[in-house]
């Protein structure tokens, strides 16, 4: 009889000891899959947000390109010599336009005062990529105007 209680109670300890060694890898398990859920979270957010800014900028640039597309030197147009952009004046618009948007960026007028290009620098704050050191994307957006003129008559 001592023999059956002994073997009842090696099988409990054997039973009892195969759970230990399990215990933990489920923790493991979830603590894994969180940490990848989390970074993919995070690159959805953030990405998505950098997207949107560097989206912003664009929009930002092409109206203030506009706006300072339409400042011409009206000298030149009165007398009918050329239609061209004035630069100071277009320069002055364009970084009006971008201080009223709180964004930074610059003014190039080209092609013989026909053409300018504005450049907006702007960022986003990240919400998930500062837990790993980046905490701002630095994103630009571009936009190019040009004059069209016309004939009379065409």
């Known amino acids: 009889m001592n023999t059956f209680v002994h073997r009842i109670m090696a099988r409990r300890r054997a039973a009892l000891a195969g759970r230990r060694r399990d215990r933990g890898s489920m923790s493991m398990f979830f603590a894994l899959s969180s940490l990848a859920i989390l970074m993919v979270m995070g690159l959805l ?43 100071d004046a277009a320069v002055g618009a364009a970084q009006d336009y971008l201080a009223a948007a709180n964004v930074q960026g610059s003014v190039e007028i080209t092609d013989s005062g026909q053409s300018l290009t504005v450049t907006v620098n702007d960022s986003y704050d ?29």
Not at 61 to 72: F, I, M, N, P
């Open 45 to 87: 957010v953030d990405g998505g947000g950098a997207l949107n800014a560097a989206n912003r900028a664009t929009s930002i640039a092409q109206e203030a390109a506009r706006t300072a597309g339409q400042q011409l030197d009206p000298a030149q147009a009165i007398e009918g010599t050329a239609i061209t952009i004035d630069p």
């Open 126 to 154: 990240t919400y998930f990529a500062q837990f790993v050191g980046k905490g701002t994307i630095h994103v630009t957006g571009t936009a190019k105007a040009h004059l069209q003129t016309q004939a009379a008559g065409g």
